[in-house]
């Protein structure tokens, strides 16, 4: 049973480039959340995708955006980085349930780590 | 709106002692409380979890229990071992459907 994985594991970027990060859900599972976690601090919520389409979002600018793919795989677009964008940037999955509720047991992937300098 | 408070870290004890870390919240409605664990260089696992009141998570010898009254969900293990130092995270989720976290707890655990 394939876990989540999420692509590339490392990342460094310049100030005022542009960064893809990429994820594949848990097997089975249709919904995935995007967290940003700073060095030191917990997990900060920035979007969630469901059928293709961004059903929550946290508080975040534009530059943060993502899609959804027909396969449930899911991609984080930041333009402009800044350094304050250096992070571990973590992928989340679970089952959206008959009635369009998503499961609460979310299933993270080993993140992403993005270095801006 | 919705926040979790941990105890601050880092705590560090010696192998077989008895852990505690503090969790409280402040939530709108009745959220749902996990612990997630975060080893170093990895993604977070999930830990346990309590979906009601007085609910009581329990995994790997870990415990913690949903108390209301108090807006608590503290994190306990009877006799801790090395390999339980990690950076423990409690979190919420209402029906906002995203979680909430605290700011960790930086568990080491010396032989």
């Known amino acids: 049973d394939a876990g989540v994985t999420q692509s590339p594991t490392h990342l460094i970027k310049t100030r005022g480039q542009q960064v893809t990060l990429r994820c594949s859900p848990k097997s089975g599972h249709d919904t995935v959340s995007w967290y940003q976690q700073a060095l030191g601090q917990g997990p900060q919520f920035i979007f969630q995708y469901y059928e293709e389409e961004e059903r929550q979002r946290g508080n975040f600018p534009d530059r943060f955006s993502g899609h959804q793919f027909p396969n449930y795989s899911s991609e984080l677009n930041v333009n402009a980085l800044l350094l304050g964008d250096s992070a571990l940037y973590l992928c989340?999955?679970?089952?959206?349930?008959?009635?369009?509720?998503?499961?609460?047991?979310?299933?993270f992937g080993p993140g992403t780590r993005l270095l801006v300098l | 709106g919705n926040s979790v408070t941990q105890m601050e870290g880092p705590v560090t004890l010696s192998e077989e002692a008895f852990l505690t870390i503090n969790c409280t919240y402040t939530a709108t409605g009745y959220p749902s409380l996990f612990w997630y664990v975060q080893y170093p260089g990895e993604g977070l696992q999930l830990l346990l979890k309590?979906?009601?009141?007085?609910d009581k998570g329990s995994n790997k010898g870990f415990e913690a229990t949903y108390r209301k009254e108090t807006t608590s969900f503290h994190l306990e293990k009877g006799s801790v071992q090395v390999s339980d130092s990690a950076v423990y995270f409690c979190a919420l989720i209402t029906g906002a459907q995203k979680l909430v976290f605290g700011q960790g707890t930086r568990l080491t655990i010396n032989p």
């Open positions: 989340a999955s679970t089952l959206t349930q008959m009635g369009g509720r998503a499961s609460e047991t979310q299933y």
């Open positions: 309590a979906t009601k009141a007085d």
